[in-house]
């Protein structure tokens, strides 16, 4: 899908850019990332959720570098779409996984009895590390 899909169904619209919002949102997520960590040996399900906002925060501020926001329901999905549409293929392995983490944090959001393994939160960690300097690499090329 690409950008003007996304615009024309009604998903994204141009905000223009705003520095410090996007810098705010990578920001936020790097804080993210190390509440999950320290989260790993408490709770996995939480730390798994955790990491998996760090991507939906650097997904969002990389929505927000091209000048976008997401619009309407489902902004988690648009902000996942919208991370597959302008990552290179090469990046695909993260945004599924974004998009799988996406789900499960659904679920354990809405049916708490499907549990997350330390093994899964400790992965989700890692994924959302690399999707987090993968935008911050991005980000600061744009902006």
Known sequence: MDLKRLETLGLIEKIGLNHKLVLSQLERARRDLLTSAANLPIDDEW??????????????????SFGYRAKGKDQHKTVVQFSATVLDPGFSRLTIRFNQMRTKRHAFIYEAEKPISRTEAEKSLRSAQEFVDEIANRVKALI
């Open 47 to 64: 730390a798994y959720t955790i990491a998996y906002h760090a991507m939906l925060r650097a997904g969002r501020a990389l929505l927000l």
